[in-house]
């Protein structure tokens, strides 16, 4: 049984940073690709990044492009999200997700495992 744990949300002011991380248990981690969605009050969830098995394929939504970075470290089986430049519309709860595949899609049906979210808050 495959479980992610997201850590690192919290409140910030715009223009501020955030680092979230996403601890997953279990052997296969560096097989998978991995993703970060979020879900605002109201809101449908939406695709924020995503990144590769080995971490040679990352994408971004259009709204977060230039102020996001996903990364991984396949040695300590956790996916990261640097989030910079924070706005008031970032405010949502972020889940990291595993993806079937190795390479991965924006879509949230091709994410298999999802963990529990973490709340970012960010004040104007």
């Known amino acids: 049984q495959v479980q992610l744990v997201e850590s690192g949300g919290g409140l910030a002011q715009a223009g501020g940073s955030l680092r979230l991380s996403c601890a997953v248990s279990?052997?296969?981690?560096?097989?998978?690709?991995m993703g970060w969605f979020r879900q605002a009050p109201g809101k449908e969830r939406e695709f924020v990044a995503r990144?590769?098995?080995?971490?040679?394929?990352?994408e971004y939504a259009n709204s977060v492009k230039g102020r996001f970075t996903i990364s991984r470290d396949n040695a300590k089986n956790t996916v990261y999200l640097q989030m910079n430049s924070l706005k008031p519309e970032d405010t949502a709860v972020y889940y990291c997700?595993?993806?079937?595949?190795?390479?991965?899609?924006?879509?949230?049906?091709?994410?298999?495992?999802w963990g529990q979210g973490t709340q970012v808050t960010v004040s104007s």
């Open positions: 990144i590769s098995w080995n971490g040679g394929l990352r």
């Open positions: 997700a595993r993806g079937r595949t190795r390479w991965g899609t924006k879509a949230s049906g091709d994410f298999v495992s």
């Open positions: 279990g052997r296969s981690f560096s097989a998978y690709a």
